[in-house]
């Protein structure tokens, strides 16, 4: 893998720290530079300073020829302490450029010419201004181990000699080297302190970088979880990026939502128009029951028992045919007002299924006569929800039904035991052609939803591992909303 092909986590700290490094290695070179060339002027200065007081005392010494007494002053420098003088030799020649006295007379004999003195002396004898008003001269060879400082002993135009004063270059090079640990470990001192900080800062800046690619990268799926805006609440580019991202995922999921509706919606379209084709099927036989019902109770003489069989076929006739009515979508159906007959009549019809599923009923109704809802559409949102609650509750189940009034609204609710609903199957529990059941054709809760939705209540199911619940809330409309309508549609 190449270094720019590595992660920004790894490489915003590895910049960092190399442009901290390189930052502290060019200001630690300048100030090198800086220091050596301040310590060469500071060693020239003293050396230059010296050969001046110097040469002021030797005139008059070397003008009375005072050999001893200027011996001393050329040793007085070296006298206090000879280990803290910067100075290693100081040097006094005649005009004739010969050893008058020397701060170091073991080595330098008097009137030694000074081109025998060694190499550096004859280089700086043939060099050296013979003018008596020459300015103070340096000799500092490349390959030489010494720098002199030369200065002329003279005064009115009258040259007596010369002053040489000569230091080691090791000295410099010694107090250059002592600057040069202290700042190398100034140095390390402040790269060990910025260099983890970097490292840290570098990986924490792109902390949320990592996070919002990695959930870039899997912004197509379906369980995208939305951004937490206090997740980095800070309104750079960093911060930029995130409010892009929560719109864009705000967009994808409304444009999955409108894509889930409109499958939705054709799936439901292509229920209704097969159910257009088979209602008018439906509805020619039924027509001729419901007809002939009405005629044998209106020339007949029956006895009780069979005038309230004739009166329950009549009611279940009827709920078939708003049953077919609720099947088309666009149908306006109309019929009685809701009564408490309603639900002994609905309990009758699904007696059957509770005797032989052995099923346990808990039947608790409080509602009121003559509710403004249609009493045939409500009874068959009961009658599937119960038959679906006694199946799905299995042999010797638990069903109840509690059904009460609260301010305008009438609530309706059946719970079940048995086997819960899984999360993908509440996702399509209301799908036309969905069944989860062998027996099922997958209409039955959608008939539900249908009736339900077009007397603008809810229906909310909701299922755990002690029972399932299917909650109907029904707005209750005006009475005058509801009719007898006993003339079937064509």
């Not at 009137?111 to 008003?133: F, R, S, T, V």
């Not at 309104?235 to 939705?264: I, P, R, S, T």
């Not at 048995?418 to 059941?437: D, K, V």
Request: hydrophobic residues 45%.
């Amino acid at each position: 893998m190449r270094l720019f092909d590595l992660s920004l986590r790894y490489k915003m700290p590895l910049w960092g720290g190399g442009l901290i490094l390189a930052t502290a290695l060019a200001l630690s070179a300048s100030f090198m530079l800086q220091a050596w060339d301040n310590l060469h002027h500071d060693l020239q200065k003293n050396a230059e300073d010296l050969a001046r007081i110097t040469a002021r005392s030797l005139f008059p010494v070397m003008l009375h020829d005072e050999v001893w007494q200027a011996y001393e002053v050329v040793t007085l420098p070296f006298a206090a302490n000879p280990a803290s003088a910067q100075t290693e030799s100081l040097v006094v020649f005649d005009s004739e450029q010969r050893v008058y006295v020397s701060s170091r007379s073991h080595e330098h004999s008097l009137l030694q010419p000074m081109a025998e003195l060694g190499p550096e002396y004859a280089a700086l004898a043939q060099h050296l201004p013979k003018d008596p008003e020459a300015p103070v001269f340096v000799s500092d060879a490349p390959g030489a181990q010494h720098i002199y400082v030369a200065l002329p002993v003279a005064n009115d135009g009258v040259r007596l000699g010369t002053v040489v004063v000569g230091y080691n270059k090791s000295l410099l090079w010694q107090r250059f080297s002592q600057l040069l640990l202290n700042a190398v470990g100034i140095t390390l001192l402040v790269l060990g302190v910025l260099l983890p900080i970097t490292a840290y800062w570098g990986r924490r800046m792109m902390r949320p970088m990592q996070w919002i690619t990695g959930r870039i990268r899997h912004i197509g799926e379906a369980n995208t979880a939305a951004i937490d805006p206090k997740l980095y609440p800070y309104q750079d580019e960093v911060g930029l990026l995130y409010q892009a991202y929560a719109d864009m995922h705000a967009k994808l999921q409304e444009k999955a939502l409108v894509e889930k509706e409109m499958v939705k919606s054709e799936r439901m379209a292509a229920v209704g128009r097969l159910t257009a084709s088979i209602a008018h099927e439906i509805n020619n036989p039924l027509g001729g029951m419901l007809n002939a019902i009405s005629t044998l109770k209106r020339h007949g003489s029956p006895d009780p028992v069979t005038q309230k069989t004739v009166s329950l076929l009549e009611r279940g006739l009827s709920q078939v045919k708003e049953t077919v009515a609720a099947l088309l979508v666009e149908a306006k159906v109309k019929s009685r007002p809701l009564n408490t007959s309603d639900f002994d009549d609905v309990r009758v019809l699904v007696s059957h299924a509770i005797k032989k599923q052995s099923t346990q009923m808990h039947w608790v109704v409080t509602v009121p006569d003559g509710m403004a809802l249609p009493s045939t559409l409500v009874r068959q949102v009961l009658i599937n929800l119960l038959l679906n609650a006694i199946a799905a509750s299995g042999r010797s189940g638990r069903v109840s039904l509690q059904a009460k009034t609260n301010e305008a609204q009438l609530v309706m609710v059946v719970e079940n035991t048995g086997t819960p609903m899984l999360p993908e199957q509440l996702a399509r529990l209301y799908e036309p052609f969905t069944s989860f059941s062998e027996n099922g054709n997958g209409l039955g809760l959608w008939i539900c939803y249908q009736i339900v939705t077009q007397l603008g209540g809810t229906i909310h199911a909701e299922s755990g591992a002690q029972q399932t619940r299917f909650t109907v809330i029904l707005p209750l409309s005006s009475p005058h909303e509801t009719t007898d309508q006993q003339n079937l549609p064509d």
